[in-house]
């Protein structure tokens, strides 16, 4: 057992920090933590599983994911993902946890033939609620990230729920906030008074929103889902010892 887990600490690693287009070098959004015995994924964009490969992670080692929203950039490594645990004969059940859209996600993979019948393991595929993790400190609540959908869904009548979820993520002695992705930083604003680190999402807040939320706050920063220049660019006036961008791998303990 490594020292964080007999400490009950959580480690949040960095797999992916590309936004919703992809960049040379990089993976998509997907997040690793690891608390006690459990070590799970918040977001499998693509690219997830040569991160994983990299950590030795591609057989019994992961006990779940949690998708925040459909975006192709939050999920579209899963796929991949199932079949690679499967060809390397995983044994162990694995929980997929999606904000919307479980039996369409279900029937999708039988349409590319990843027949959940012959994995060499369980999947159990379940909507998760803001409730569905207490047990292990992670709390979701929801963004307004998919809001900007709602008139084409409503227009064309389809299922979409636009759920799209922020997490509330408490370590030992302090409380991280992953944005993921999000309309503004009022979405957050209520949960980051109560926290001391914060995973912002650098693209789709304006930079006077997040300099508002960070001028009250006085939070460790991460900022990602985006290009490093553009974001370095973009967060000039912010940067400091406190507020950086995150790279691939970066690890925060807490
Ligand atoms: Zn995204
Ligand atoms: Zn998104």
Same mark, same amino acid.
């Given at each position: 057992?490594?020292?964080?887990?007999?400490?009950?600490?959580?480690?949040?690693?960095?797999?992916? #920090?590309?936004?919703?287009?992809?960049?040379?070098?990089?993976? !998509?959004?997907?997040? =690793?933590?690891?608390?006690?015995?459990?070590?799970?994924?918040?977001?499998?964009? &693509?690219? #997830?599983?040569?991160?994983? =490969?990299?950590?030795?992670?591609?057989?019994?080692?992961?006990?779940?994911?949690?998708?925040? !929203?459909?975006?192709?950039? !939050?999920?579209?490594?899963?796929?991949?993902?199932?079949?690679?645990?499967?060809?390397?004969?995983?044994?162990?059940?694995?929980?997929? *946890?999606?904000?919307?859209?479980?039996?369409? *996600?279900?029937?999708?993979? &039988?349409? =590319?033939?990843? *027949?959940?019948?012959?994995?060499?393991?369980?999947? $159990?595929?379940?909507?998760?609620?803001?409730?569905?993790?207490?047990?292990?400190?992670?709390?979701?609540?929801?963004?307004? !990230?998919?809001?900007?959908?709602?008139?084409?869904?409503?227009?064309?009548?389809?299922?979409?729920?636009?759920?799209?979820?922020?997490?509330?993520?408490?370590?030992?002695?302090?409380?991280?906030?992953?944005?993921?992705?999000?309309?503004?930083?009022?979405?957050?604003?209520?949960?980051?008074?109560?926290?001391?680190?914060?995973?912002?999402?650098?693209? $789709?807040?304006?930079?006077?929103?997040?300099?508002?939320?960070?001028?009250?706050?006085?939070? &460790?920063?991460?900022?990602? $889902?985006?290009?490093?220049?553009?974001?370095?660019?973009?967060?000039?006036? =912010?940067?400091?010892?406190?507020?950086?961008?995150?790279? &691939?791998?970066?690890?925060?303990? *807490?």
């Amino acid at each position: 057992m490594s020292t964080i887990q007999q400490e009950g600490k959580m480690r949040f690693t960095f797999l992916g #920090t590309a936004p919703g287009k992809s960049l040379l070098g990089k993976s !998509h959004a997907s997040y =690793l933590l690891e608390r006690d015995d459990k070590k799970f994924l918040i977001d499998c964009g &693509e690219g #997830t599983t040569q991160r994983l =490969l990299e950590k030795n992670m591609i057989v019994d080692e992961l006990d779940f994911i949690i998708i925040s !929203h459909l975006h192709p950039d !939050h999920v579209s490594g899963i796929f991949m993902l199932l079949q690679t645990l499967y060809i390397n004969k995983r044994k162990k059940d694995l929980f997929v *946890f999606l904000p919307e859209a479980v039996e369409e *996600f279900k029937s999708f993979m &039988e349409r =590319l033939y990843i *027949f959940s019948d012959r994995f060499s393991y369980h999947i $159990h595929i379940q909507k998760y609620t803001e409730q569905s993790f207490k047990e292990i400190g992670v709390y979701p609540f929801r963004n307004k !990230h998919l809001i900007g959908y709602k008139s084409i869904v409503e227009k064309h009548n389809m299922p979409n729920r636009l759920l799209s979820y922020s997490f509330k993520i408490e370590g030992k002695r302090k409380s991280l906030i992953l944005s993921s992705d999000i309309s503004s930083s009022d979405d957050i604003a209520e949960q980051v008074k109560s926290c001391e680190i914060i995973v912002l999402d650098g693209i $789709h807040p304006s930079f006077k929103s997040v300099q508002e939320l960070l001028n009250k706050s006085k939070t &460790e920063v991460y900022i990602t $889902h985006g290009d490093y220049a553009n974001l370095q660019h973009k967060y000039a006036d =912010l940067l400091n010892e406190k507020t950086k961008l995150a790279r &691939e791998n970066d690890e925060i303990i *807490f």
